[in-house]
Nanobody, 115 residues
């Protein structure tokens, strides 16, 4: 099994930055990719960015050029650096791990961007 714990959310003004962390534990060697998802009130959860075990990354167009996903293998942690934040980025952000054992979600962290 894989356990995920997100941190780093908070309240920030538009144009500001936040860095989210997703710390993995358990069978981390089985993880093939970790993605950041978000869910705004009244909307479906959407994938924002992901990084594979090989280091490949991908972003949805709405965050490309503003968000950067990275990882620290020694700490089994994936980060989401969020810059130039907009009010429409307000959501609960979740990380999700895809592993050989299945898919796992963290508990989420709230990001609120004020205008």
């Amino acid at each position: 099994q894989v356990q995920l714990v997100e941190s780093g959310g908070g309240l920030v003004q538009a144009g500001g930055s936040l860095r989210l962390s997703c710390a993995a534990s358990g069978s981390t060697g089985s993880i093939n990719a970790i993605g950041w998802h978000r869910q705004a009130p009244g909307k479906q959860r959407e994938l924002v960015a992901y990084i594979t075990s090989g280091g490949s990354t991908n972003y949805v167009p709405s965050v490309k050029g503003r968000f950067i996903i990275s990882r620290d293998n020694a700490k089994s942690t994936v980060y989401l650096q969020m810059n130039s934040l907009k009010p429409e980025d307000t959501a609960v952000y979740y990380c999700r791990a895809l592993s050989e054992l299945g898919a796992y979600w963290g508990q989420g962290t709230q990001v609120t961007v004020s205008s």
